[in-house]
């Protein structure tokens, strides 16, 4: 089995420093997989395949002969970019990562570098990219475009596929230079300004190779990030692996990708939608740890995002939009973690106490030496709390105790904001 586990990546490069700026302060993320696998949503020759519905071309080995013909059939009548876009801003998110080639090797958009695209090859023929580049632009939304740059099972040299292809005769170059750097250059030149080229899975490319890839990006492009999926330690922030959500907080800049349900492409049987008071309890612990949030969904055939996808992205934007200060362009607290009631982020001389529940009517926290001004609710800022400010006698250890007598609090996490004299120190 292959784990795709946590890429550390320490940015070195100064442009990419400039860049991650936006991400940083974006914190929340769309992630769309949408792709010819959308089609057959799950389920191939009238079986549910097991797993991930965008992996099935190589779950059941099935021959590009056989899986290239559903090009014929893509014909999303109900696609909406600004739609797609509009829910992306409604949830509260900063940027969209859209897959322009995921592993079963088709183009999302017009690539003249290959015909095996969704303009040439289906009777849809239109270019869903460059409808979303404007869409996004319009809502100043960062378009970013996900590239499997290593595994693609429609290329004869691309990584994978044994079953159509003899390993043996692979010239991993070949496909380089005939599919990935044309492609790159298409998806950088054509589209405006992409904010991240989202790699994946890097599993057989070598670091001279990574290397060329993420330099060709930067060279068209030196504001456009490299995910920590490029590989051997070249991209501009890290990832843990699919899905991971990481117990401690993390060092430097990190992005954790997750599904809603347990698949990232569509897939008509799965409905093990995740409850929305997770996701939103996950996206201030991600915040808390220091983590950006990419947040999946996998439109149908049709273009249409899964129902209970938007409404828990509708859910979250409501949350998003009274307490999203507490969470764009924040950093994680002098704090430890995790605490039984909840999470902390902080952002200038703002502590945010993120509560999972209802606070204890007598709120203590330990260890705080900067001066509280004030504590209020960030929904509600005219909601006051009293505030005490003492010193353990017999440790030492400033505490601090805010009253919430009779307050009660909202689901599924209540924002305090205390407003300190300082940056908040321990
Ligand atoms: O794009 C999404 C996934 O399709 C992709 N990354 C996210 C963002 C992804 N690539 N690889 N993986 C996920 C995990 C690969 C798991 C594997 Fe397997 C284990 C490949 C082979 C063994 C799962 C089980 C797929 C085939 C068998």
């Known amino acids: 089995a292959v784990d795709v586990s946590a890429v550390k990546t320490p940015s070195r490069n100064p442009d990419s420093e400039k860049a991650l700026q936006w991400w940083r302060k974006a914190r929340f993320g769309l992630f ?29 080995k099935i021959p590009v002969a056989e899986f290239a013909p559903l090009a014929q059939e893509f014909n999303p009548r109900k696609f909406d970019a600004a739609a797609w876009a509009q829910l992306a801003v409604d949830a509260g998110m900063r940027y969209v990562v859209i897959t322009a080639k995921h592993h079963e090797g088709f183009a999302m958009y017009h690539s003249k570098a290959d015909p095996y695209n969704v303009v040439d090859a289906t009777p849809w023929g239109r270019d869903p990219l460059k409808e ?40 991993p170059e070949r496909y380089l230079r005939e599919k990935v750097f044309p492609q790159l250059r298409e998806l950088l030149t054509q589209y405006g300004s992409i904010g991240m080229i989202w790699f994946d899975t890097p599993l057989t490319l070598s670091r001279a190779q990574s290397r060329r890839i993420r330099k060709f990006v930067k ?36 992005e954790t990708c997750a599904t809603m349900n ?17 996701l939103i309890t996950t996206l201030v612990d991600l915040a808390s740890k220091g983590s950006n949030y990419l947040l999946n969904v996998g439109p149908d055939a049709d273009g249409v995002v899964p129902a209970p ?16 200060e507490a969470i764009r362009g924040t950093t994680p607290s002098p704090f430890k973690p995790e605490f039984s009631w909840g999470r902390m982020t902080t952002k200038g001389r703002s502590l945010f106490l993120h509560f999972f529940g209802r606070p204890e009517r007598r709120f203590r ?62």
């Open 32 to 60: 769309i997989h949408w792709s010819l696998s959308s089609i057959k949503a799950g389920e191939w020759k009238g079986e549910v395949v097991p797993g991930l519905a965008e992996w099935m071309m190589f779950q059941k």
């Open 132 to 171: 979303l580049a404007k869409e996004c632009r319009k809502r100043r939304l960062k378009l970013c475009f996900y590239y499997s740059q290593d595994l693609d099972w429609h290329h004869p040299d691309g990584a994978w596929n044994t079953w159509d292809y003899d390993e043996a005769k692979k010239k």
């Open 219 to 254: 060279d068209l492009q030196p504001q456009c990030l490299v995910s920590g999926r490029i590989g051997h330690g070249l991209g501009d922030y890290s990832l843990p692996r699919d899905n991971f959500l990481p117990g401690a907080r993390l060092e430097g800049d990190w």
């Open 262 to 278: 347990d698949t990232w492409g569509y897939k008509r049987t799965d409905h093990a939608w995740k409850p929305v008071d997770n």
């Open 309 to 324: 996808s938007v409404k828990r992205l509708h859910q979250m934007g409501a949350w998003m939009a009274v307490n999203g």
């Open 365 to 426: 926290l330990h260890g705080l030496k900067t001066k509280v001004r004030s504590a209020a609710l960030l929904a509600a800022p005219e909601v006051k709390f009293a505030v005490t400010q003492s010193v353990d006698p017999a440790t030492g250890t400033p505490l601090l105790d805010i009253d919430f007598k009779g307050f009660k609090s909202t689901r599924p996490v209540t924002v305090v904001k205390l407003q300190l004299a300082a940056a908040p120190e321990v």
